[in-house]
């Protein structure tokens, strides 16, 4: 059973940083792509970042490019976002998926989500 | 970026209701669009990719239809568990968008 679990998310002051994880399991997790999505209060889901299996290709949205790194470590199946520089517009619950093997790259698979709220 | 235009943006059913629900996209995009159901305090859950492909476990009242700019989402005969938030989102390029969504309530 494939299995998404983040953590890591909390409250932080704006220009703080933080570092969310998000633990894989039921699946070859080096084979694929995985994704991270956003959610602010009453809003609908944001695409934040997307890494390639191989970790060789990174992608962001524009809102977060210079202040937020994804990175994985495919010998313990994790995935990473680091958070810089955070403003109260990236408080969100934050998820990461799973992408699709292939060419349509849907979101397969779902974590619960952890939420971050910056606020001094 | 691709921008993803939902409507309407609420409706209002019944149960055994036929609704469609409609997504545009700024440029075409091929097939490469994916629906998406949420309920409140869960994750987004996969419906349909590629346009019109029925996710695996996903009742057969589900379906949708489209290519280019115009999309489809229809639910043939609402049950009481179809209430809920429903996003478009293209997958065109690197820098993936969801649409707005559209909120489905019971009437």
């Known amino acids: 059973e494939v299995q998404l679990l983040e953590s890591g998310g909390s409250l932080v002051q704006p220009g703080g940083s933080l570092r969310l994880s998000c633990a894989a399991s039921?699946?070859?997790?080096?084979?694929?792509?995985v994704s991270w999505v956003r959610q602010a209060p009453g809003k609908g889901p944001e695409w934040v970042s997307t890494?390639?299996?191989?970790?060789?290709?990174?992608y962001y949205t524009d809102s977060v490019k210079g202040r937020f790194t994804i990175s994985r470590d495919n010998s313990k199946n994790m995935l990473y976002l680091e958070m810089n520089s955070l403003r109260a517009e990236d408080t969100a619950v934050y998820y990461c998926?799973?992408?699709?093997?292939?060419?349509?790259?849907?979101?397969?698979?779902w974590g619960r989500g952890t939420q971050v709220t910056v606020s001094s | 970026d691709i921008q993803m235009t939902q409507s309407p943006s609420s409706l209002s059913a019944s149960v055994g209701d036929r609704v469609s629900i409609t997504c545009r996209s700024s440029?075409?995009?091929?097939?490469?669009l994916n629906w998406y159901q949420q309920k409140p305090g869960k994750a987004p859950k996969l419906l349909i990719y590629?346009?019109?492909s029925l996710e695996s476990g996903v009742p057969s009242r589900f379906s949708a239809s489209g290519f280019g700019t115009d999309f489809t989402l229809t639910i043939s005969s609402l049950q009481p568990d179809d209430f809920a938030t429903y996003y478009c989102?293209?997958?065109?390029?690197?820098?993936?968008?969801f649409g707005q969504g559209t909120r489905l309530d019971i009437k």
């Open positions: 440029q075409n995009i091929k097939n490469y």
């Open positions: 890494i390639s299996g191989s970790a060789t290709g990174t």
């Open positions: 039921g699946f070859t997790f080096r084979t694929y792509d």
């Open positions: 989102q293209h997958t065109y390029t690197t820098l993936i968008t």
């Open positions: 998926a799973k992408v699709r093997l292939g060419a349509t790259r849907d979101f397969d698979y």
């Open positions: 590629a346009a019109s």
